[in-house]
């Protein structure tokens, strides 16, 4: 499980565990790797009235943002404009032995909004409206897919698209995905490099990913055979192609997501030979 820093894609934080273990609670152990002023979007899969607490006194204004989960009971304690309300959750007796200073009841706001005739609800511990605008915190929200992107990243450039891991032992797994996680960093740190070399006001996620790899794939394979005093011209050359590697502007979906039918290894049977 990873905390990634969205606008770089860069992952500051990662932890591991076996497979029988709750996703909340090793989520719980990147809290303290959070950065204090930080905004935290979770997946609705991570709706945990636990965690969310958790991680909201980890440390100074440490907030979250995550989807309102289906048939969820509340109760409304005030209007903060169209659409924007504070509620408030009551915990389970479960949910406080779980979760040591857990209280009975939270208090978050609700935001409420709708895209393309749907309506989204989203929860945060941003409550105060003034400070943190509805509108903004709406569409705070819709870059929670970058994380994403990044693990598409990792799995499509570096891993190939492979369906499982090479090593078979638990400590060769574990080293193996450390290896790939450093990697992915490394490449993302130059990205961040090369974004700041650009004029403009450019977002390392904004650089084609594969692209960097390809040209960073070059760079590894002429600098052996470069003396050292040629190394600093080769660098200079590669931060020089990120202008070559910025993507066009994200496009807005016009239709649902749909997921693909999966297509079979095994070739179809054709039994036309065999009517009468």
């Not at 400070?131 to 992107?149: C, D, F, G, M, Q």
């Not at 239709?255 to 079979?264: D, N, P």
Request: proline share 4%.
């Amino acid at each position: 499980m990873c905390l990634m820093e969205l606008s770089s894609h860069l992952l500051s934080a990662r932890v591991s565990g076996r497979y029988d273990m709750n996703e909340m609670r090793l989520a719980a152990q990147l809290a303290d790797s959070a950065s204090d002023n930080s905004v935290t979007l979770f997946d609705k899969g991570f709706y945990s009235l636990g965690l969310l607490h958790d991680w909201h006194n980890a440390g100074e204004n440490r907030h979250w943002l995550t989807p309102l989960k289906k048939n969820v009971q509340y109760e409304l304690v005030s209007k903060l404009g169209k659409q924007d309300e504070l509620i408030r959750l009551k915990t389970s007796s479960q949910a406080r032995k779980q979760w040591e200073g857990l209280p009975e009841e939270l208090t978050v706001r609700l935001i409420r909004r709708k895209v393309n005739g749907v309506e989204r609800q989203v929860l945060t511990s941003m409550t105060d409206a003034m400070r943190y605008p509805a509108a903004s915190v709406a569409e705070l929200y819709k870059h929670r897919w970058e994380i994403e992107l990044g693990y598409r990243e990792a799995k499509q450039f570096l891993l190939g698209n492979r369906w499982a891991l090479r090593s078979k032992l638990p400590e060769m797994v574990r080293q193996e995905l450390w290896g790939i996680l450093l990697t992915y960093n490394l490449i993302r740190y130059q990205m961040i490099k090369m974004a700041f070399s650009l004029k403009g006001d450019y977002l390392p996620y904004q650089l084609s990913f594969s692209g960097v790899v390809t040209e960073g794939l070059r760079l590894l394979i002429g600098l052996p055979w470069a003396s050292p005093g040629a190394i600093p011209g080769h660098l200079t050359y590669f931060y020089s192609n990120a202008a070559m590697l910025k993507l066009p502007s994200r496009r807005e979906r016009k239709y649902t997501r749909e997921v693909r039918e999966k297509r079979s290894k095994y070739p179809l049977k054709n039994n036309a030979g065999h009517l009468k």
